[in-house]
Each structure stands twice: as C-alpha cells, then as structure tokens.
C-alpha cells in the first residue's frame, strides 16, 4: 500500500564542499575602465578591483581566500560523487574564466591558460605580469642597489653580480 505522505528526500553527508548555487551576476564590470595591459601596469590595482567585483556576486572564493583560512577556496568536486554540485561549480568557474578574459587586453589573452579553474587562470595571468614588464623591472633594480659590495670583494665582481641580475 502506497503512502499518501511524499518520502523525505535524502539528505547529503557530504561537507566537504559548500553548497554551490549557480551565480547570477549582480554587477557588470565597468566599461569606462580601460582592459588590464601589464604594458600599463597597475596589476595589483587591477586585481583588488576584480576581486571586489566577484564579492560583489559571491564568486570571490574561487580565486581569493584570506590567508589565514585558505580551506575557503572553492575547488572543483569530484564530478563522479557530485555531478550537479560539479556542474554548478563549472558553469560558475567558466564564468569568473570569461569576466577574467572580458577585463584584459588582447595582448594579455595570448596564451592566458583558460581550460583549467579560473585560480589558475588567474595566478597564469599574475605569474606572467610578475616576471615580464615593468613589475619586473622595478624588481630587477631593487635587487640591483641591494647587492652587497663587500670591501675584500674586487669591484669588477660586484658588477658583474648586478650585470647577471639584469639580464
């Protein structure tokens, strides 16, 4: 005999990930700010501009933790243990990927890894602005005037030290 009361729906055991809504844009990224352009610098400017965005629609976590609590960050669940939190998760992370791609310049897309989680898209994009332009430049001659001459040391080594540092 069929019971006129629906059976409750199983509850998951599964705390491992939070529970994953498919995000809805609350905000547009600002058109009147220009793209990033590492030739224009300012990446770190740039970056807390993007984070703030996807606070703004509850998607910072998948890029941004504080350090102090970095089980926060929102990684990929298994697709086989829980396929619709996996789905949510990628439309969500394909997401952050496109708007991530939408704020750079077409020179800084060339390359830019975009088939993996937007972490590491966006540390792709972090990694190759640190060691290219500018940022690296002004790290080049701060490790320049910090080179030690030691008195015992001829003058010529010490040059050649900093000579190796920048190039």
């Not at 350090?67 to 789905?87: G, M, R, W």
């Not at 939408?102 to 190759?128: F, H, M, P, Q, W």
Request: proline content about 8%; some cysteine; hydrophobic content about 35%.
């Amino acid at each position: 005999m069929e019971s006129e009361f629906p059976m409750p729906a199983m509850l998951t055991t599964d705390t491992t990930y939070p529970h994953i809504h498919p995000a809805k844009l609350n905000v547009h990224w600002p058109t009147s700010m220009p793209p990033f352009d590492q030739t224009m610098g300012k990446f770190t400017k740039w970056s807390n501009k993007l984070e703030i965005f996807l606070q703004q629609s509850r998607l910072d976590h998948y890029i941004f933790v504080p350090k102090n609590k970095p089980s926060q960050l929102i990684t990929e669940p298994s697709q086989s243990a829980k396929p619709v939190t996996h789905a949510k998760w990628l439309a969500n992370n394909d997401l952050i990927v496109g708007i991530i791609c939408a704020a750079i310049s077409e020179a800084e897309k060339e390359g830019l890894l975009t088939d993996g989680s937007a972490k590491e898209c966006y540390n792709n994009l972090k990694v190759r602005v640190q060691s290219e332009g500018s940022v690296k430049q002004v790290a080049l001659i701060c490790k320049a005037l910090t080179t030690y001459a030691p008195i015992s040391e001829p003058l010529e080594t010490t040059a050649w030290k900093i000579c190796d540092l920048v190039n």
